[in-house]
């Protein structure tokens, strides 16, 4: 069972020499100090967002096996990432400790079970499906059930839940009653039971399996074969998992059959970020971690070196409103940072006008120099991400979207590696125009599409490929050989290239990593939380997300939320509830709602005295600057307001385009406000701007009595 790390980039560097047990503690803050020193009985490390949890146990492997008290061959590190394996695998060679094995649950288990598969039933390993989607759209043909592409996706999912649950269709529908899963739209218990037989079904007679049988045929293994159960605890004897709060019941299952009877095992986990357990996660396996290992020692990292100390306040002041044992083993966050810039709560009237906010805001920050690969928008639901692809694309802006399918994985990336590995076969080929030449009959160009969706999603990636080609090649004597080489080092590291350009991620795909800037959006009820979330249970997970959306910005943080989906719709939607513990805590609301408003050449506006919200300076910047916010009446005249309304109508109808296209209601309401008096004043105004000055100002300036 002896082996070495898989190729990540391991031959692209030499190992560095060990380092001295001093010299690994001194590199340490207190805490992180207390977690590498810390052997002879069950380690559970509660880890706060940007602690440097990885730094620790790191340091703790590189500790032990520097002092003897590890054999570097017996551990195993076990994370819940392809990439996350990869940067703890180069971060101990770095450490010069790079025999230790760290894999996923899936990539430790599956080599496991290559290996004992010959003796334990004999003969071929089944191939691993790539996808659930095949087979269960085919469980679903035999069913004769008529299933769209949603229904399908919310059925895979369902699938993969009850697999990780280690439920059998039969048991499935009294457990999913007794957890009151939301199932899927359309499909009973019953008939998720009827799919998940004829799902098991289509997998045995293709002779395939998929990755929840890879940890579920292990498991038995473990428990039916004793001499394959001595052979991998004799060479594992230590354990650590990180992300332990997302552990679901199949992999401690495996877990535990790993262990035998030996408590030799170091848990790295944060209550406070489980948003995963739609998919199986339970927190209860680190919350109760004494409860299971009665010697265990815990040790807490709260010093959050990622982010500014005003951005920490705001993620500890969502948390302080949360409930159950959320709330019970949350950890405070204290940033170890200089002071920055107070996080920036923006109200938008539509939905289109805070996709075009944030890009404009997006803008400045390039203008100003920060590069856009720097910069994250993160959102509740994939469907957010079209406006704010269409707003970027608008102003010549890159972005990357990600989630779904990682980056070496994505079609047009692996269509692109098997014609690269073609072209390497061909010798005295020109690196630099083979690349181009190849990837242009892919589909790249040298400039990227004015379309957004897929067409784009397909280009951005071919053109990271090609930034990453002529990375390679650019070194002394590269060749095509060179370059696909490293290219599938990295593959298997899943280390994808950097992308210059503004990231777009759900919250769920932006866990584990981290921006110096972020945008919030969408920050309203109904997306944050999820509309569908309606038990306690399910709006503590949408806090959690909340939390962990705030806690991937270093230096610069935004929060948004539109008041309408529409433009000219009636602005009915109301800010997140977990804001309102931030807007009335102490200290961290006063940063996050005191944003000075950004320097616009315009007059700024005067914010009204008989409303509470305004008295209170609970006003977002971009309220500030167009005078007033959702849910505060305006306080101009009732006949101006009126007289400026039949003027935009009777416009809007002899032009033929709709009334908020000649102006918003906002822009209204302010003119009416500020009752502006030169061509000066009115372009003050926003939403009033070069062009509709041109078309309406003399009109306007007539009506409002400075004409």
Same mark, same amino acid.
């Given at each position: 069972m002896t082996d070495t790390p898989a190729a990540d980039t391991a031959a692209a560097r030499p190992e560095a020499p060990p380092a001295s047990p001093e010299a690994l503690l001194e590199a340490l803050d207190p805490e992180q100090r207390e977690v590498a020193a810390s052997f002879g009985q069950p380690l559970c490390v509660l880890a706060g967002a940007g602690t440097g949890k990885t730094r620790?146990?790191?340091?703790?492997?590189?500790?032990?096996?520097?002092?003897?008290?590890?054999?570097?061959?017996?551990?195993?590190? *076990?994370?819940?990432?392809?990439?996350?394996?990869?940067?703890?695998?180069?971060?101990?060679?770095?450490?010069?400790?790079?025999?230790?094995?760290?894999?996923?649950?899936?990539?430790?288990?599956?080599?496991?079970?290559?290996?004992?598969?010959?003796?334990?039933?004999?003969g071929r390993m089944p191939e691993i499906m790539p996808s659930k989607v095949a087979g269960v759209g085919a469980a679903c043909?035999?069913?004769?059930?008529? *299933?769209?592409?949603?229904?399908?996706?919310?059925?895979?999912?369902?699938?993969?839940?009850?697999?990780?649950?280690?439920?059998?269709?039969?048991?499935?529908?009294?457990?999913?009653?007794?957890?009151?899963?939301?199932?899927?739209?359309?499909?009973?218990?019953?008939?998720?039971?009827?799919?998940?037989?004829?799902?098991?079904?289509?997998?045995?007679?293709?002779? *395939?399996?998929?990755?929840?049988?890879?940890?579920?045929?292990?498991?038995?293994?473990?428990?039916?074969?004793?001499?394959?159960?001595?052979?991998?605890?004799?060479?594992?004897?230590?354990?650590?998992?990180?992300?332990?709060?997302?552990?679901?019941?199949?992999?401690?299952?495996?877990?535990?059959?790993?262990?035998?009877?030996?408590?030799?095992?170091?848990?790295?986990?944060?209550?406070?970020?489980?948003?995963?357990?739609?998919?199986?996660?339970?927190?209860?396996?680190?919350?109760?971690?004494?409860?299971?290992?009665?010697?265990?020692?815990?040790?807490?990292?709260?010093?959050?070196?990622?982010?500014?100390?005003?951005?920490?306040?705001?993620?500890?002041?969502?948390?302080?409103?949360?409930?159950?044992?959320?709330?019970?083993?949350?950890?405070?966050?204290?940033?170890?940072?200089?002071?920055?810039?107070?996080?920036?709560?923006?109200t938008f009237p539509d939905d289109p006008a805070e996709a075009d906010g944030i890009a404009e805001r997006i803008g400045e920050l390039i203008a100003a120099g920060r590069p856009a690969a720097e910069m994250a928008i993160l959102f509740r639901t994939n469907s957010q991400s079209e406006a704010f692809e269409q707003a970027l694309t608008a102003r010549g802006i890159g972005y990357l979207v990600r989630g779904g399918d990682r980056f070496f994985e994505r079609q047009e990336v692996r269509r692109a590696m098997v014609s690269l590995r073609a072209a390497a076969r061909v010798e005295q080929l020109d690196p630099a125009r083979a690349v181009r030449d190849v990837l242009g009959q892919q589909g790249w160009s040298e400039t990227a599409p004015e379309t957004t969706g897929s067409v784009r999603d397909r280009w951005e990636s071919l053109?990271?490929?090609?930034?990453?080609?002529?990375?390679?090649?650019?070194?002394?004597?590269?060749?095509?050989s060179d370059l696909v080489r490293e290219l599938e080092e990295r593959a298997e590291a899943q280390a994808a290239p950097v992308v210059d350009g503004v990231t777009l991620a759900s919250i769920h795909a932006a866990k584990g990593l981290e921006w110096p800037v972020v945008f919030v959006v969408g920050a309203s009820d109904g997306l944050l939380p999820i509309s569908m979330a309606t038990t306690p249970a399910e709006v503590e997970?949408?806090?959690?997300?909340?939390?962990?959306?705030?806690?991937?910005?270093?230096?610069?943080?935004?929060?948004?939320?539109?008041?309408?989906?529409t433009p000219g719709a009636r602005g009915s939607r109301k800010a997140s509830r977990f804001l309102e513990g931030v807007l009335e805590h102490p200290d961290a609301p006063r940063t996050a709602r005191a944003a000075t408003p950004r320097r616009t050449g315009r007059r700024s506006a005067t914010m009204h005295t008989h409303c509470r919200v305004c008295e209170q300076g609970l006003v977002s910047a971009a309220d500030q600057r167009r005078g007033r916010h959702a849910g505060c009446a305006p306080t101009a005249g009732a006949e101006l307001l009126r007289e400026l309304r039949s003027w935009r109508r009777s416009t809007s109808a002899s032009r033929g385009v709709p009334a908020y296209a000649i102006l918003t209601d906002a822009a209204l309401e302010a003119a009416a406000e500020r009752a502006p008096r030169s061509r000066e004043e009115l372009l003050a105004i926003p939403g009033i701007g070069p062009a509709k000055m041109e078309q309406f100002g003399d009109e306007l300036l007539e009506l409002l009595g400075g004409g």
């Open positions: 620790a146990i790191t340091h703790r492997i590189a500790y032990g096996v520097t002092t003897g008290q590890l054999n570097p061959r017996h551990v195993l590190a *076990v994370t819940f990432t392809a990439k996350a394996a990869a940067e703890m695998r180069s971060r101990l060679r770095d450490l010069g400790v790079p025999a230790v094995q760290a894999r996923t649950f899936h990539a430790a288990a599956l080599r496991q079970l290559r290996h004992f598969w010959p003796r334990v039933v004999g043909r035999r069913l004769h059930l008529d *299933v769209d592409r949603a229904a399908l996706r919310d059925i895979v999912a369902e699938v993969e839940w009850s697999r990780v649950s280690m439920l059998t269709p039969e048991s499935y529908p009294e457990i999913a009653e007794q957890t009151r899963r939301p199932g899927v739209d359309g499909f009973d218990a019953r008939t998720i039971s009827r799919i998940l037989t004829q799902y098991e079904e289509v997998k045995k007679e293709n002779d *395939v399996i998929d990755f929840e049988d890879v940890l579920l045929h292990m498991v038995g293994f473990l428990t039916e074969r004793a001499d394959v159960a001595r052979e991998i605890r004799g060479q594992y004897k230590h354990f650590v998992v990180d992300e332990y709060q997302d552990v679901s019941t199949l992999q401690h299952a495996l877990l535990r059959l790993w262990l035998g009877t030996s408590d030799d095992l170091c848990v790295v986990g944060d209550a406070a970020q489980t948003i995963y357990t739609f998919a199986g996660a339970r927190a209860s396996y680190l919350l109760d971690f004494r409860k299971e290992f009665p010697r265990a020692h815990t040790i807490r990292l709260e010093r959050n070196y990622r982010s500014t100390p005003q951005i920490v306040r705001m993620a500890n002041a969502v948390l302080d409103g949360a409930q159950g044992r959320t709330r019970e083993t949350r950890l405070t966050l204290t940033s170890q940072r200089a002071a920055g810039e107070p996080p920036v709560v923006e053109n990271a490929l090609v930034g990453l080609a002529d990375t390679i090649i650019a070194r002394p004597g590269a060749t095509m997970e949408e806090r959690r997300l909340f939390y962990v959306a705030l806690t991937r910005a270093k230096d610069l943080l935004t929060v948004s939320w539109a008041a309408a989906r």
